[in-house]
C-alpha cells in the first residue's frame, strides 16, 4: 500500500524557508511511471499546485512561485523535500504532496499526503 507523510514544522517566520519533507512507503520514487508533487491550499481558496520532481529528478515549477521554490529527494530514504523560501502569511495554507500517475505534467494524482498545516506568522 502505498502512503505518503508529510512532516515540517507547523509555524515559519515571515521572511525565512519553509521545509517540509514528504516520506513515501510503499513504492518507488525512481520509477518511470510516476513523479511526486506538491500542491498546496490557503484558508478559502482553491488548491494550487506548486511544483513536481520527476522520476529521474528533473523539477519543474509553478511560474508564479519558481523563484522561491526548490523540490529535492533523497531517493536513499525514499522522500522528496519541499524548500520555499522568503514567504509572507500569504503562504499560509495546508501543503500536500502526492503521486503523480504516468508524466510529469499530468493532473492524476492517486496517493496524497494527509496534509499538514504550515502557518507563517511572526
Known amino acids: 500500500q502505498v502512503q505518503l507523510q508529510e512532516s515540517g514544522p507547523g509555524l515559519v517566520k515571515p521572511s525565512q524557508t519553509l521545509s517540509l519533507t514528504c516520506a513515501v512507503s510503499?513504492?518507488?520514487?525512481?520509477?518511470?511511471?510516476?513523479?511526486w508533487t506538491w500542491i498546496r491550499q490557503p484558508p478559502g481558496k482553491g488548491p494550487e499546485w506548486i511544483g513536481v520532481i520527476d522520476y529521474d529528478g528533473s523539477t519543474y515549477y509553478s511560474p508564479s512561485l519558481k523563484s522561491r521554490t526548490s523540490i529535492s529527494r533523497d531517493a536513499s530514504k525514499s522522500q522528496f523535500s519541499l524548500q520555499l523560501s522568503s514567504v509572507t502569511p500569504d503562504d499560509t495554507a495546508v501543503y500536500y504532496c502526492?503521486?503523480?500517475?504516468?508524466?510529469?505534467?499530468?493532473?492524476?494524482?492517486?496517493?496524497w499526503g494527509q496534509g499538514t498545516q504550515v502557518t507563517v506568522s511572526s
Open positions: 510503499g513504492a518507488s520514487i525512481t520509477s518511470i511511471s510516476y513523479a
Open positions: 502526492a503521486r503523480v500517475q504516468g508524466l510529469y505534467y499530468s493532473t492524476m494524482y492517486d496517493y
